[in-house]
């Protein structure tokens, strides 16, 4: 897991974790257990062309090692979400998927301008994409809570003015198990 | 990944292969290999698509169909003709007339795929709405499709149109129809399909999921193209005889126009073809960004079926001749009841479709990750020019090979060059310390 200081005041934090899988997610982060494989790649601002292809990259990658289809298609959504967000809404940043034999872990930092609310950011239909997002058919609000949706653990770390941490947990196993 | 032998109608001419790696950089499933400079295509990965038959300037890779002799091993024969066809001629061949030249090759009864079309889309309409849970419906007519998903999307199985395509369809409905009218037995009547693609020869011989026996055979428009044309010929300068046709159901051969059929005030339909675009579309619906769409259309081929390289007629004029003729033409109305009852007792179904895993490196998932280690490891020596040297498509292919034990490090001739050039420098070197 990323560090990062909590004594800041403008810090805004947001964590979900599924019912039933608080005893796996909590495992994953006190262990910081070493990755198998790693993947990573940069998501540059606006840049609507690439945007994507990191998380393409993420799902070919898990079709060779057989994870569950219906699982794959739960981290496909949550990644290209997450990946289409910080093309969207920041200066741009990096997306680094850890994927160990029982899950991955994905996280991405981007390089600001942060988000102001994150609960806010959480309600379905709540977006502050500008117009040039918008008429390229994102930007409807959905992201964040798509990626809830998909995940068995969500944890959002901003700061207003500076950068933010997106991170989420998806198990194999349906029981995180 | 299972042991099943499959049949393909896309084969390889040894003693025409020159090893020249064409074929393997077009494949849209990485399934040819050249090894020991002859290419090898992996039946468990070819889905029929066509794409190395173009790229091949040698005449090594040939797609088969069956022999027209085939049709005299049966005492009534029956040719269902796909709607492509019809888009082969020049302008002053009637429809009726290129009809009517089939007949001539021998058949009994000359039915067209086209004559279903209206059928197809209703029943489509029906099973959207019976399915609004699994947006959107795939649709199933393309065989290279189906085989795609079933190798590469198998998430999207649940979502294919789990009926039979329309040449199936007539099949079934034909084979009980003349067995009771002309009181034949059911192997007396010979029932084959003239296609559009090899895939529809590939989908004839080895059905997926087909519960019944269908057809007997499949002959390429290309193959009879010459036969027909001589028919042509010499019936344009006889009376028009009285034939039937179905001007309307040509829209079957075209998969943009299919979609708009489709399509209405509570079905959005989205058509896609070119394989390319059909993967990236199927890679699209598997992330659940066009479950706006109810039922999309695929085909492999450009423009739909008209572009299947069986045909002799270049995809867009075929199109636009297809065109003018649902235009221009009148319509036969046909009785749909007897399809009707067929499709509501579930003659047409198609049994589950099972995935035909191929992109797994190993069943177990632990294993899979030792190779994935060892693949990225591979990767990071080799020198990523992708030039297919090795017989490989790519380099990334070519450490995939590595790992699953089809091929070794030595195979890429880059880094060949690169070992030989520093041993003959080593050499060199220690010789000049010799002489000193």
């Not at chain 2, 429809?95 to 058949?107: C, D």
């Not at chain 2, 179904?349 to 994935?372: F, G, N």
């Not at chain 2, 880059?414 to 310390?433: A, G």
Request: aromatic content about 8%.
């Amino acid at each position: 897991m990323l560090d990062y200081a909590v004594a800041e005041s403008d810090m805004a934090e947001f964590w979900y974790i599924r019912p039933g899988y608080e005893h796996a997610v909590q495992k994953h982060f006190k262990n910081q257990q070493e990755p198998e494989v790693s993947l990573e790649s940069l998501i540059r601002e606006k840049d609507f062309n690439e945007a994507g292809k990191g998380s393409a990259e993420v799902k070919n990658l898990l079709k060779r090692l057989g994870v569950n289809p219906d699982i794959l298609r739960r981290i496909a959504v949550a990644a290209y979400e997450a990946e289409i967000n910080v093309a969207a809404h920041s200066l741009g940043g990096a997306m680094l998927s850890n994927i160990y034999p029982d899950r991955i872990h994905m996280v991405f930092l981007d390089n600001g301008p942060g988000i102001a609310d994150i609960e806010q950011a959480m309600m379905p239909g709540f977006s502050t994409a500008d117009e040039m997002v918008r008429e390229l058919g994102f930007g409807a609000g959905l992201g964040l809570p798509n990626i809830k949706k998909n995940t068995d653990a969500l944890h959002i770390v901003s700061e207003a003015g500076d950068s933010t941490m997106l991170e989420f947990l998806v198990f194999f196993n349906n029981n995180g198990q | 990944m299972d042991n099943k032998e499959y049949f393909h109608a896309v084969q390889i001419v040894e003693d025409n292969c020159t090893g020249c790696t064409s074929c393997v950089r077009v494949c849209a499933t990485e399934a040819i290999r050249v090894r020991n400079r002859k290419a090898l295509i992996d039946p468990a990965r070819c889905v029929d698509c066509g794409n190395c038959v173009v790229a091949c300037k040698f005449h090594a890779i040939i797609p088969k169909s069956d022999s027209l002799e085939l049709i005299n091993k049966f005492k009534y024969k029956v040719a269902i003709v796909s709607t492509s066809y019809f888009g082969q001629f020049s302008e002053d061949v009637s429809y009726e007339v290129a009809k009517q030249a089939i007949y001539e090759l021998g058949f009994d009864q000359v039915e067209e795929e086209a004559m279903v079309t209206d059928f197809m889309i209703q029943m489509i309409r029906d099973y959207v709405r019976m399915h609004r849970n699994r947006r959107p419906i795939l649709s199933s007519n393309c065989p290279t499709v189906v085989r795609l998903i079933q190798l590469k999307f198998p998430s999207l199985l649940p979502n294919i149109f789990h009926i039979e395509a329309p040449m199936s369809i007539l099949t079934r409905y034909l084979r009980d129809k003349i067995q009771k009218e002309k009181g034949l037995k059911e192997n007396e009547i010979g029932i084959f399909l003239i296609v559009p693609c090899p895939a529809h020869v590939t989908a004839v011989h080895q059905p997926e999921g087909a519960y019944k026996h269908l057809q007997d055979g499949a002959f390429a428009i290309s193959m009879i193209y010459g036969k027909v044309h001589e028919h042509i010929k010499r019936l344009q300068n006889e009376p028009t005889p009285n034939i039937v046709t179905y001007p309307k159901g040509l829209t079957w051969a075209l998969s943009g126009v299919q979609a708009d059929l489709v399509d209405c005030e509570d079905i959005r339909a989205l058509s896609a073809n070119g394989i390319d675009n059909v993967i990236e579309i199927l890679s699209r619906v598997e992330d659940h960004y066009l479950d706006q769409y109810d039922y999309i259309v695929l085909r492999s081929c450009t423009n739909g079926c008209v572009g299947g390289f069986f045909n002799v007629e270049n995809p867009f004029v075929a199109m636009s001749r297809i065109k003018k003729m649902i235009k221009e033409g009148k319509d036969t109305p046909v009785n749909l009841k007897e399809l009707e009852e067929l499709y509501r007792a579930g003659e047409f179904d198609v049994a589950p479709l099972s995935p035909r895993p191929i992109m797994e490196l190993d069943k177990d998932i632990k294993t899979a990750i030792v190779k994935m280690k060892q693949l990225n490891e591979i990767l990071t020596t080799l020198p990523g020019l992708n030039c297919c040297a090795c017989g490989s498509p790519s380099c990334y292919a070519l450490a995939e090979d590595i790992v699953q034990g089809k091929a070794t490090i030595d195979d890429c001739l880059v880094l060949l060059k690169r070992y030989t050039l520093e041993s003959i420098q080593d050499d060199f070197l220690k010789k000049n310390k010799n002489k000193e």
